[in-house]
Each structure stands twice: as C-alpha cells, then as structure tokens.
C-alpha cells in the first residue's frame, strides 16, 4: 500500500470559493468584503511591521552592534594556510591568480594574506598582500620566499 492507493474522503476536497459573481452565487455584490472601509478597498494590505500608527517595534527597541555603509570600509583579506600551497608543485610562483586557479582563494583581486596553520614541504614563491610572521618564517624554512604586493 502507499499513497496513490488511499482512496479520497467524501467532502475532503472544497471547490474553490468564486467571489463577486452575482447574487446567486451568495458572494455576490461585496464578494465577502463587507461594506465600506479600508480592508474593503483595493490595496487594502499594510506593511509588515505595521501597528496602527503608534510607534512600531522595530523603532522602539535600541540599536546595536556596528552599522557600516556600503562604501568606505575595506573588504576583508582572503587567508589561506601554510599547509594548503603543499598540493603546488615546488618552484611555482604563487600570485592571487594562480591561487584563484588553483581554487584556494574565491577572487584575485581582493587582498590576500597568508597565516602560519600547519607545516610546508613545497619549494614556492608566494606573492600576497600580507603574511604572519609565522607563514614568512615556514615559506622561508621550506627554501621559498614571500613577495609583498604594495598596494
């Protein structure tokens, strides 16, 4: 047995209610609205939040936490770890593209900085926009370098 063998029950299914087709529909004229008033007009539905004209919720609690606009502020750096450039081949040269290619990092032209989280194996050269002293001293104990783009 499933669901497409249960039979229907008698008067489990409604027809749709058609308003405002004439009197002998019994929803004629009015077509269930009632007579007069804002919620009988067309339009008639009101914001969300909205409580009547007194002074809603939303404006009665305080603020909080920092509200920055859309300009002004930086992005913040995309990181990525010392232990993810061990899957380059040794002797690369990794600039935000090529870690965009390899998909360690979702955009190139955003700023990248690179942490110290793990160990390094691979021999590569690293162009970023900023590094933690730990991630220098790794690359560099690996036989690599960092280059610092200026921005």
Known sequence: MDVTTIPSVPGARHRKKRVGRGI???HGKTATRGQKGQRARTGS???PGFEGGRNPLIRRLPKRGMRYKATGHPAAAQVINVRQLNRCASGERLT???LHQLGLIEDASGEVKVLGDGSLTARVTVVAHAASASAKTKIEQAGGSFELIKA
């Open 24 to 26: 002998g529909s019994g």
């Open 45 to 47: 539905g009101k914001r």
């Open 96 to 98: 935000p593209e090529r």
